[in-house]
C-alpha cells in the first residue's frame, strides 16, 4: 500500500514538469512580430515589421532593425496566466528582469507586460492601463 501511495505522488507530481517541458519546447524558433498595442493604441504596422524573436530552450535572441539583443527566460505554466521572466544578457537593462504573462495558443503568442522591473499584469488588455504593452507574435 505505501508503494502505492508514493508511485501516485511521483504520477500527480509528474503532469507539471511535463507541461513546462512541452510548452518550452512549443516556444522553441523564431517568432515574427504582427501586432502590438500600447496603452491600448495600436503601433503602426511598420513598426512591427522591424522585430522578431527566437526562443531556444531557456534562452532568447531578439532583433530589431539591426539590433540584436540576447538573455535567458523562464515560464510558468501553472499560474493562469501562464507567466514569463525574461531576463536580458546585454544592452542597458543588462540582468534586469521583465516580469511578462503570455499565452501560446497553436503558432501564435501573446505577451504582456510593462516596463522592466513593474509589476507583472494580470491580464491581456491594455486600453486604459498605462505602460502595458501587448505583443502578439506568429512562429515561422
Known sequence: MLNFVFA???VAAAPPQDASNRELQDLNGDWRLVSVEVDGKKMPAQ?????S???K????TSYRGGEKRT????INVNTSPKTMDIVPGDGADKGKKWS???KLEGNTLRICGSDIDQPRPTGFDTKDRTGIILMVLRHE
Not at 47 to 51: G, P, V, W
Not at 57 to 60: E, L, Q, R, V
Open 8 to 10: 501516485l505522488a511521483f
Open 47 to 51: 513598426k512591427t515589421n522591424e522585430f
Open 71 to 74: 538573455g535567458t527566460y523562464k
Open 53 to 55: 524573436l527566437t526562443f
Open 57 to 60: 530552450d531557456g534562452k532568447f
Open 100 to 102: 511578462l504573462i503570455y
